[in-house]
């Protein structure tokens, strides 16, 4: 007879105990033991949340090297059948050895399941009949889990799913996450409530009863937005490092669709446009993609969306300033450009239309398209196609966490027929499937990757562009973390080619995420290790960085409205001097689109205390040495990356802190 010693760890998790009776099968190369009541003096606390707990299965000779363990449980005849979240089974061989079996799974049946032992095998060289089959047997039962949909068409496609409760157990939000989303938007709405705000359809009587809506719900930026919201140098700064840095470009000529001549601008000193121009310091920011959008009626009043066109200057003193702005792709004689010269209330009423096409803009393309539906994508891809014991899997399963949850959420809570963007966004109900079938025709695969886009926009020498710094800065330290992981696992281009789940993974995501369009420059397939290795850093840097980059912030700077209005319900001014303080008042949006658009930024900036912050990763899925050193080296590099980000801020009068890597989650989770 020989012993194997069998330790079981339970997660710490709210409810991740079981009072249930746990078995166990281990299967190895030589054969297999029987399954084995999993019982010890702890009794129904063996168990329970945060327990570690050991037993002895024996068998009547070795079974060899051990492949994988069936796990089950059954419910007790006291207590109920309940739900069980084990982290991992260790086993120790009668021969010395140790075996290390992942699990993070909620088990809430009982049925049996299997887990494969700890250490990354590619299909390729998974060469044991039961180690084969129950990969398959994974895949097969995923396929059924997760399920692509067509939420509209034109956009990248998501799973399936009525509402959270249809989604499996292990991706749906844990009870913490859970009651504290719950708790503030209940409490935000219930505020907005008690001051008779939410359904005012009344317009704001002056800037000052705008301070009324969450008084109490102020961070240190939103207050100076609220306090520099009219300047020129902080519309400008917001191109850079507000919610949108994804627009801006460096402009060496003019669009013939935006005719400013020299005698508008003010450039300072004897500088001219084209000069100007030459020297790399004018730079456009086109909403072309919101032209002729069909906009909304909120409170039976029609809305007001524009495209315009912002032309700015960097200054001497590395300032960016805005000198020139139409608010209509055309020009004509009704569609005036705009300059500082002009009176105060022109002036301002034109830099108010820019900021609310910039809100809509950056909500539906920077931020839900660009992140949330693709980081979707990357997420049901890698659950249909790659096993639990596949490197890639290990790799990218972190970032993962919560995204289908929150993306079910928003489409129920925000984009639906009578979600709060569809009703109170300018851009709500039809212009909003209109702008993101145009946003996904634009999204390159060069975009998606900081180091070209960046490039491409012309942006590598901009002072003061703390997004790029940063964002730059981030890539490299994931690109190199993804570069050893996988150059572990993949010795050649050879074995790339080979592995078919790895190619089914990158297939299902150009055809389902990209609507199989080759102009977005996305592969098809992976040739090449570097191929693969860019690709995944840019898929992780997208769930974490980029979304922390366009997420994180909303409250700073839309929580204040007049900054980032949702809606506009007067028409802008087809003549120059037409425009005060009442009119201006008049165009806002009114009180209850105001309140909701606040309180949704809110939620949306707000982590859960059981955030996970970017390279933590507290579900051990690598069991090889070289992983989890790389993984070492990856935290201490985020680390002294997030000490040089505060060193820097100490300095700034607008700290930027959203990619700072204490402050960026691991996956699209809020």
């Not at 930024?601 to 059981?610: A, F, G, I, N, R």
Request: glycine residues 6%; hydrophobic residues 35%; proline residues 5%.
């Amino acid at each position: 007879m020989v012993d194997y010693t069998v330790t079981v760890a339970t997660t710490d998790l709210a409810t991740a105990g079981t009072f249930n009776n746990v078995f166990i099968k281990l299967v190895g190369t030589d054969g297999e033991s029987q399954h084995t009541w999993l019982v010890s003096l702890k009794g129904p606390l063996c168990f329970y949340s945060g327990a570690v707990s050991s037993f002895t299965v024996t068998c009547s000779v070795s079974i060899g090297k051990l492949i994988l363990i069936e796990i089950g449980k059954k419910p007790h005849f006291i207590f109920p059948e309940d739900d069980w979240f084990p982290a991992n089974v260790e086993v120790k061989s009668p021969e010395g050895d140790t075996y290390n079996f992942p699990i993070y799974r909620w088990i809430t049946d009982s049925e049996v399941h299997r887990f494969k032992e700890g250490k990354a095998l590619r299909v390729f060289e998974d060469d044991h009949h039961l180690g084969r089959y129950s990969r398959d047997q994974e895949l097969k039962q995923r396929g059924e889990d997760y399920c692509w949909d067509e939420y509209l068409e034109g956009i990248p496609h998501c799973m399936r799913s009525e509402d959270p409760l249809d989604l499996p157990c292990e991706v749906r939000f844990s009870f913490t996450k859970t009651t504290e989303f719950l708790f503030t938007a209940a409490t935000g709405l219930a505020e907005l409530q008690l001051k008779g705000l939410s359904d005012c359809t009344e317009n704001w009587p002056n800037i000052d009863a705008i301070h009324r809506v969450f008084c109490c719900k102020r961070t240190d930026i939103s207050d100076y937005v609220q306090e520099h919201w009219k300047e020129d140098a902080f519309f400008g700064y917001q191109f850079l490092n507000g919610l949108n840095p994804m627009l801006i470009q460096r402009c060496s000529v003019l669009p013939k669709n935006f005719p400013v001549t020299d005698d508008m601008v003010s450039l300072g000193g004897q500088c001219v446009l084209a000069d100007e121009m030459e020297k790399g310091n004018i730079f456009l920011c086109d909403y072309k993609r919101l032209d002729g959008l069909k906009t909304n009626n909120i409170n039976g009043k029609k809305q007001y969306l524009m495209a315009p066109l912002v032309l700015l200057h960097k200054t001497p003193d590395d300032q960016l300033m805005p000198i020139a702005i139409q608010l209509k792709q055309t020009p004509a004689d009704d569609n005036p450009i705009f300059c500082p010269t002009d009176s105060e209330y022109d002036w301002l009423t034109a830099k108010i239309f820019v900021r609310s096409a910039d809100f809509n803009e950056h909500e539906l393309n920077v931020h839900l398209l660009r992140t949330h539906l693709l980081a979707e994508v990357f997420a049901v891809s890698l659950l249909r196609n790659v096993p639990m014991v596949h490197p890639l899997y290990k790799l990218l399963v972190p970032h993962t966490r919560y995204t289908l949850q929150i993306n079910n959420l928003a489409r129920a809570l925000l984009i639906s027929e009578n979600g709060v963007f569809t009703q109170f966004a300018a851009s709500g109900g039809e212009g909003m499937r209109t702008l993101l079938k145009r946003s996904l025709s634009s999204v390159t695969y060069r975009s998606l990757c900081i180091p070209d886009d960046i490039a491409d926009r012309g942006l590598e020498d901009v002072p003061k562009f703390y997004y790029r710094d940063d964002g730059l800065k981030l890539w490299e330290i994931i690109h190199r973390f993804v570069q050893g992981v996988l150059s572990f696992y993949y010795k050649n281009d050879t074995e790339v080619q080979k592995d078919t789940e790895l190619q089914k993974w990158i297939s299902d995501i150009f055809e389902h995420g990209f609507l199989s369009q080759a102009g977005t420059g996305i592969p098809e397939s992976f040739t090449t290790v570097a191929e693969l290795v860019k690709f995944v850093t840019m898929v992780i840097f997208t769930c974490s960085g980029q979304h922390s980059a366009v997420n994180a912030g909303q409250f700073d700077y839309a929580g204040w409205m007049p900054n980032s209005p949702i809606s506009l319900q007067r028409s802008p001014p087809t003549t120059k001097g037409t425009t005060s303080e009442a009119t201006m008042l008049q165009t806002l949006p009114a009180v209850n689109a105001t309140v909701q658009g606040m309180s949704t930024v809110w939620l949306l900036s707000k982590q859960s205390t059981d955030s996970v912050p970017l390279g933590k990763y507290p579900e051990e899925h690598f069991s090889e040495k070289k992983p989890c050193k790389l993984i070492e080296d990856f935290q201490g590099e985020l680390q002294m990356f997030s000490a040089i980000i505060n060193a820097r801020n100490k300095n700034l009068e607008v700290p930027y802190t959203y990619l700072d890597p204490m402050v960026v989650e691991n996956s699209v989770a809020i």
